[in-house]
């Protein structure tokens, strides 16, 4: 059996897929990665499924020995790995021989780094889903941040790399799936055994899907609620990422929006992304933990092309925000879809 | 897609004139529809039949569903679906709500030891209404409530409505950890902790029963649209449950 065993876990390190969709009415939230995108890549650069568990670690990162050859990727934040004292670079795939200790340190950049392996990190799924919900303890390994002393199985490599972004087979689907359908292994694939020939992200490629520091918003349900005083203050002013951050939501220091709107309202569904306006008049940003219905008003909400940039905000950044249509947010959101999908997005080298 | 589309047409009128269902936009992957902007279990009722019409005859490239007192968040795939597409599609399924059959409700008692170390608030709630301890327990555990949604954290149950002498806001500040299985009052709803988590609801009382549990077919205790009635237990019996 492959494993990662953790010696050191950094400060927040959780097991994450692209979460649980579809149990709101249980009042339970999708989870997931905190940067989807980053998480998405990684994958495409281990030939796994999409939706394949990674790590994610937050600010700080851990140290790991793995029991076993492993292709693995680090993307999101660089986190100043090294393997073997030896500097590894992110958004690269890199061979790990049995044995060998992978090692993190302080970001350099966002919030949070992906650790991705070939064939994915294998955990008991919970309503369909490896991703690690913190505040029920739910999902993940063992419903909880990583500890030193854990070991996590990694899953079988993918036979032949899954093409596209569609596929939402699980990793250990993906290879059995392929398997028997006369699709034999793809050339460029990363492959365990033998020779491993080094796959990357294109850095001009990369350029379009950076994080954002200037947030792009649709109006929010309650947008007429405020007054056009309040609105003002919320487009001008840049806000603060306070430092309870976390996957549950943002909390956000600067310039309160004037008295009006705030406080109470009947409590209703709440989407991911959503800004609302709590008493005293800072803006809190729900994120992939969020509660699934809330009773403040909500002033606008993070378009879905930048939701993956919340996921490496870190306290204390720097954050505006951009009203834009809904119609804009959907042509953003299209176009980095293309983006994600293109073959020209990873490059093969000669490892 | 909801059956018999032609009878629902001349109901959705009938329905438009009636409750007028609001649509708006909470985000480029979310649609709300309010039913109502009060909470009224009739509303409510419209929540439940959407929301299993959707679960029933489930449309492609919807996620996820959050029902709420009065309305439902509808969150979509954005590259299938956009507003105003979703909000025509959803005019057919609100034409067939009266023709769709919420399942017979069930009734769950959950025990609670009340006040003491588990209902930190009893007393300051009792104070508050100038009632005795025992007749704010009493009030508490003889209304029959019913589960408008679950939200905030999975399994939470938004349970009303509260005896009118008991309405209570909530806390002026929020304390940073509620203990699991906590049994709060805010306002004129009621609800069960299932998890440790901050809240700003008053404590009456604490049950030892899980409120969400994975090893059980269903997960939460609770379902959106059940009746609940709170069974007062000493301090013996909860520690008997606590360790069954």
Sequence with gaps: ?351 | MPAKKSSGRASSLKLKKELSPRFEPASDQSLLIYFSHKITIEANEQVRKLLRLLELEALAGIRNLHPAYCSLLVKFDPLKWQHEKLEKELHRYLGCLDKVQLPEPRLVEIPVCYGGEYGPDLEEVASLHGITLEETIKLHSSATYLVYFLGFVPGFAYLGELPRALVTPRLASPRKKVPVGSVGIAGNQTGVYPFETPGGWRLLGRTPVSMFRTDRAGLSLLSIGDRVRFVPISRERFAELNRA
């Design chain 1, 1 to 351: 059996m492959r494993a990662i065993e953790v010696l050191s876990p950094g400060l927040l390190t959780t097991v994450q897929d692209l979460g649980r969709e579809g149990f709101g009415p249980m009042g339970v939230s999708p989870s997931g990665a905190a940067d989807t995108i980053a998480l998405r890549i990684g994958n495409r650069l281990m030939g796994n499924a999409e939706s394949a568990a990674g790590l994610e670690m937050t600010l700080l990162g851990g140290t790991f020995q793995f029991q076993g050859a492993c292709i693995v990727a680090l993307t999101g934040s660089d986190f100043g790995a090294t393997l073997e004292s030896v500097a590894i670079p992110c958004w690269t795939s890199f061979e790990i021989k049995s044995g060998q200790t992978l090692r993190l340190g302080p970001t350099r950049s966002g919030a949070r780094c992906y650790l991705c392996v070939q064939g994915g990190i294998q955990v008991k799924p919970f309503l369909g889903s490896a991703s690690t919900h913190l505040l029920s303890g739910l999902g993940g390994h063992e419903g909880r941040a990583l500890r030193k002393g854990d070991v996590l199985k990694i899953g079988d490599a993918p036979e032949a790399a899954q093409k596209g972004t569609g596929k939402r087979a699980s990793s250990t689907k993906g290879a059995h799936g392929v398997s028997g359908t006369g699709i034999p292994a793809c050339s460029s694939s990363p492959n365990v055994d033998g020779l491993h020939r080094t796959r990357r992200i294109s850095a001009a490629a990369m350029k379009p899907l950076a994080p954002r520091k200037t947030l792009r918003v649709t109006p929010g349900p309650q947008n007429d609620w405020f007054s056009t005083a309040s609105r003002k203050v919320f487009y001008a002013n840049a806000y603060r990422v306070a430092e309870e951050a976390n996957r549950m939501g943002l909390r956000l220091d600067g310039t309160p929006l004037p008295e009006g709107a705030h406080g109470e309202m009947i409590s209703e569904g709440v989407s991911l992304g959503a800004i609302q306006i709590a008493a005293g008049g800072l803006p809190i940003i729900l994120f992939v933990e969020q509660q699934t219905t809330g009773g403040y008003a909500k002033i606008a909400n993070v378009i879905s092309a930048d939701l993956s940039s919340l996921g490496q905000l870190r306290p204390r950044d720097e954050i505006r925000f951009e009203l834009a249509s809904f119609a804009t947010a959907r042509q953003l959101l299209i176009e980095q879809e293309k983006l994600l999908a293109s073959e020209d997005l990873i490059e093969g080298m000669q490892g």
